[in-house]
């Protein structure tokens, strides 16, 4: 994607498991994206930080969801206890700040068995 | 909020000629964007093209444009000239223009085109 880095790409865990999905923005990037996108579904947004402050979670979809960006550089998605609805590809995005479009990085695809 | 409608699960082009893939959206708001995605197989997502609703003129960007009726809310897409490299899956979005620093677009369920020779 455009500037934005992902890792893991690929991710394939147990149910009950852990896991942590990092973005890296080129840097001096203000705003950071997670979006979520299902199979067979458009990406909906889960939430988003202007340097190190989260502004809006309101799309994660439970307690188990969180993330963070400490130091307004990188940041992770981090799922708890993940279950199998959990799969999806997980996205990063940054934002054109005038037009608010967003350029995507190449996502990280869950997978919970 | 937003809702964003597309119809069309799947569309069908040939090689050279033109495709409309159609998208609805609902909003409040008076001021807002909209967009078109391009996911390949790669599962990219690619900014196709982007219109603001303030704008009468319909955005073009080679061989994409776009029909805009604001008073319909209708966001089509219109590809000329297909080529294999259009096949793809195509998202709708939108956002609102609130304080022009949030980017919580909404998107619509895809049309997956294929083009065929």
């Known amino acids: 994607g455009a500037g934005v880095s992902q890792s893991p790409r690929y991710k394939v865990t147990k149910r009950g498991q852990d896991v942590a999905l990092r973005c890296d923005p080129i840097?001096?990037?203000?705003?950071l994206y997670w979006y979520r996108q299902a199979l067979g579904q458009g990406p909906e947004f889960l939430t988003y930080?202007?340097?190190?402050?989260?502004?809006?979670k309101s799309g994660l979809p439970n307690d188990r969801f969180s993330a963070e960006r400490p130091e307004g550089s990188i940041s992770t998605l981090t799922i708890q206890r993940t279950e199998q609805r959990d799969s999806a590809m997980y996205r990063c995005?940054?934002?054109?700040?005038?037009?608010?479009?967003?350029?995507f990085g190449e996502g990280s695809r869950l997978t919970v068995l | 909020a937003q809702t964003v409608t597309q119809s069309q699960p799947e569309m069908s082009v040939q090689e050279a000629e033109t495709v409309t893939l159609s998208c609805t959206y609902d909003?409040?708001?008076?001021?807002?964007?909209l967009f078109w995605y391009k996911q390949p197989p790669s599962r990219q997502m690619i900014l196709v093209i982007r219109?603001?609703?303030?704008?009468?003129q319909n955005a073009t960007e080679n061989r994409f444009s776009v029909n805009f009726q604001k008073a319909a809310k209708s966001f089509s897409l219109k590809i000329s000239d297909s080529q294999l490299g259009d096949a793809a899956m195509y998202f709708c979005?939108?956002?609102?223009?609130?304080?022009?620093?949030?980017?919580?677009?909404?998107f619509g369920t895809g049309t997956r085109l294929q083009v065929t020779l």
């Open positions: 979005a939108s956002r609102r223009d609130n304080t022009g620093t949030a980017s919580k677009l909404t």
């Open positions: 840097s001096g990037h203000v705003s």
């Open positions: 930080f202007n340097y190190e402050a989260q502004q809006d």
């Open positions: 995005a940054i934002a054109r700040l005038n037009t608010g479009e967003l350029f």
């Open positions: 909003t409040s708001e008076s001021d807002y964007y």
């Open positions: 219109q603001e609703a303030y704008k009468q």
